[in-house]
């Protein structure tokens, strides 16, 4: 059924608009933390082996290779929000990645099914990356558009923030079942049920997407380029592309190493209790949601660039030394002030980055732009840092190792950062 166009209307409120438009956020990193914090019990049912860290690895292989399909979605569901609209584009993205964690919900385990079981979990993954490929550019970019001059840093950073409270309502909802629950209840059954509320409010969150409006930039806007236009212009446009990409390094790199692998690294790294992992987590998820804004609001008035790049070397210089005092003393207090140290750099980058990555895309392929250059970096970078971190720390025996790989992001977000501004402002001297 063909959905009808609305533009915003006068008045209308901005709160409700954000409301509305960052719900699909929720439900998107509701169900990725949840995968993470549950990766043991996920590997238990879905794909047992011969020892823990196999298993551990073959689930964390699963969870990032729904990443892999984030680039196919960006380009593909990107070019159609370019076309059809925000609005429209929203709700279709929505609808893919309420398949996929559906199927994961209902699949029944290895025991019961066999092969077929990691074989379902592996296409719910995939529906979900191919969804969210587009689903965090389109949020983005219509934040973008919906926002009142000189404003636009803080109105993006709540596709952000909009993550950090599905965190705190999943470890909530964790640390109450660690409470009610046995841990053998838990392993058995108990740990689909967080999956299953999220699979509850998937009706809401469609409502919520059908009464979205459309933004007055897009409906203003008189040409919608094609696919083969849309290829044509980010092929021309691959080095901003490749440069944003670097740039959400250091944003995806972190976002998941304090929220998704956080949990399992307290419990399985530093032997802390299932409570106290999933507290600091809730906690780490509180303070980004503080930070982002702030983040953003100060790149409205400081600029993208100085904010960047302060935070991504202060991330270079800090990661390791961080990672190292807590893992020489792992207790809950030294987690929670490395996570909140961590938080605070996530959050202040990533509140000036997304604006950022906004204005660099070319108008008519924004949304397409922002969702490749975002993809491929959460493709290649953030989606796998739960796997790569569990390697580094088996390899080097190391339990600070995932440090290196935080570093390595930052650094390229650094760099990148530099050169694309130092590029668009020799590109602005030749235009005067």
């Not at 596709?159 to 841990?183: H, K, M, Y």
């Not at 919608?224 to 044509?232: E, F, G, I, N, Y």
Request: proline fraction near 4%; glycine fraction near 8%.
């Amino acid at each position: 059924m063909s959905l009808p166009s609305r533009s915003v209307p006068e008045g209308k409120s901005k709160a409700g608009m954000v409301f509305r438009v960052t719900s699909g956020n929720f439900l998107e990193q509701f169900d990725f933390f949840l995968f993470g914090f549950y990766a043991t019990h996920i590997a238990a049912a879905f794909f047992p082996a011969s020892n823990e860290f196999a298993s551990l690895m073959m689930t964390f292989a699963v969870f990032g290779a729904g990443f892999l399909m984030r680039p196919l979605g960006a380009v593909i569901l990107g070019a159609y929000i370019d076309d059809v609209g925000r609005r429209k584009g929203l709700i279709v993205t929505l609808a893919i990645m309420a398949s996929g964690t559906l199927l994961i919900v209902l699949v029944p385990g290895y025991a019961s099914i066999g092969l077929l079981a990691p074989a379902l979990v592996l296409i719910g993954r995939l529906l979900q990356g191919f969804s969210a490929g587009a689903e965090l550019g389109g949020v983005s970019v219509y934040l973008a558009e919906m926002a009142t001059p000189g404003h636009k840093g803080f109105y993006a950073s709540w596709q952000s923030a909009s993550q950090q409270v599905a965190i705190v309502v999943a470890a909530a909802l964790g640390f109450a079942l660690n409470e009610w629950l046995s841990a053998a209840e838990i392993a058995q059954w108990g740990w689909r049920v967080p999956f299953g509320v999220g699979c509850m409010i998937i009706p809401v969150i469609f409502l919520l997407r059908r009464n979205l409006q459309e933004t007055e930039e897009f409906a203003a806007r008189e040409h919608r380029p094609t696919m083969k236009q849309v290829l044509a212009t980010l092929a021309a446009n691959s080095g901003v592309v490749l440069f944003g990409m670097l740039m959400v390094a250091m944003t995806t790199t972190a976002f998941y190493m304090i929220t998704v692998y956080a949990p399992t690294f307290g419990k399985t790294v530093l032997q802390l209790s299932t409570g106290d992992a999933l507290l600091v987590t809730l906690l780490t998820a509180v303070s980004n949601f503080i930070w982002l804004p702030i983040g953003g609001t100060l790149s409205d008035r400081l600029g993208r660039k100085p904010l960047l790049l302060a935070m991504s070397l202060m991330t270079v210089i800090t990661a390791y030394p961080a990672l190292t005092y807590l893992a020489q003393s792992p207790t809950f207090g030294h987690m929670l002030e490395v996570l909140l140290w961590f938080s605070f750099l996530y959050g202040m980058y990533n509140g000036a980055m997304i604006p950022a990555l906004t204005e660099i895309m070319p108008v008519e392929v924004r949304v397409a732009g922002f969702s490749l250059a975002y993809s491929l970096a959460t493709a290649l970078f953030g989606g796998f840092t739960p796997a790569i971190s569990t390697w580094m720390i088996h390899v080097t025996n190391d339990k600070a190792a995932p440090a290196y790989w935080m570093m390595f992001a930052a650094l390229c977000a650094f760099v990148a950062t530099w050169m694309l501004y130092r590029r668009l402002a020799n590109r602005a001297a030749v235009a005067a």
